[in-house]
């Protein structure tokens, strides 16, 4: 897993006691922390290297001030001789990246299409908070955290960089332009990389393409029960003026996509296919793992 930012066993600030490693995104990596204030608190703390200290900073306090039942709460930032650091608001659950492995097909599409219009409404709530036309091209399944309730979390804070001007693109996620010379940003930039998203969860983690190539969706899943392919195939066009023209538009074609299914299940016995069967196991997995860790430390408080 490479070098770890943190060690476990060390504390923050007199407070924050770091577990374990949970995930690596980029220049980041994430950890559990427990709270010696307070019994039974957990945060997520987040490590960053090689990040100007002002920069980093400025753009903490920036996104502390968020506010949105979908984005995960930044609660304080700190910086230490070798990391700057965020203490974030832990949620149990796993991120997406982590249910697509462990399904390792494609998942129920009217669950992704929930995931999809929640996403679309915390995208919706940052390009209106950031007036300077900020765009959040670098989120990615890592990014995105899924309860045990089924509900998205979103990590607020892309991965920093000293040029906050020209965020970094995740290729196979992002659109074509920003790895330009010269990166060009537009109203489509996040409804491309969402939906390009919202495609690897529907054609199953196995499926692999090229960059920017997204065969027809019905070709890799046949049985899908709304019109989302057709919604897919024009969210992700390599030519921006294709596509749909802006985040709004493309959060209402998903709903459309959800009612239609809504409406179609009402007409079909209850069938239980194999992605819900698959996908309720991985979720009764994870609540599993999480009760079994919680026993453990209570037995070593004990």
Not at 128 to 154: A, D, Q, R, W
Not at 187 to 211: D, M, Q, R, V
Not at 268 to 274: G, M
Request: charged letters at 20%; aromatic letters at 10%.
């Amino acid at each position: 897993m490479g070098e770890q930012f943190l060690t476990p066993g060390e504390i923050l600030q007199k407070r924050y006691k770091i577990e374990n490693l949970i995930s690596s995104t980029g220049m980041g990596q994430i950890y559990k922390a427990a709270d010696l204030r307070f019994p039974g608190k957990w945060w997520a703390v987040k490590a960053f290297k090689e990040i100007e200290p002002e920069y980093f900073k400025n753009q903490a306090k920036r996104w502390a001030s968020f506010n949105h039942p979908h984005l995960i709460k930044i609660a304080d930032f700190l910086q230490t001789k070798e990391n700057q650091i965020l203490i974030m608001e832990y949620i149990g659950g796993m991120s997406l990246n982590q249910i697509l492995e462990n399904a390792g097909v494609a998942l129920p599409e009217r669950q992704i299409l929930s995931w999809g219009i929640q996403c679309s409404d915390i995208l919706l709530y940052l390009q209106e908070n950031f007036k300077e036309g900020f765009h959040y091209c670098c989120f990615s399944p890592k990014k995105i955290l899924i309860t045990l309730s089924g509900k998205v979390k979103m990590i607020p804070i892309p991965e920093l960089s000293a040029n906050s001007s020209s965020p970094a693109g995740i290729i196979g996620f992002s659109p074509p332009e920003i790895f330009s010379d010269i990166p060009a940003f537009n109203e489509t930039t996040e409804l491309y990389t969402l939906a390009s998203i919202l495609y690897l969860c529907l054609a199953g983690e196995g499926f692999k393409s090229l960059p920017f190539v997204f065969p027809p969706l019905n070709s890799v899943h046949p049985n899908l029960v709304s019109s989302i392919d057709k919604v897919l195939e024009k969210a992700t066009q390599p030519i921006p003026e294709k596509r749909y023209s802006n985040l709004r538009v493309f959060r209402n074609e998903l709903y459309k996509c959800f009612l239609e299914i809504n409406r179609k299940r009402k007409l079909l016995p209850e069938t239980q296919d194999k992605t819900a069967v698959l996908w309720k196991l991985t979720m009764a997995l994870s609540a599993l793992s999480s009760l079994l860790l919680l026993l453990s430390l209570l037995r070593g408080l004990g």
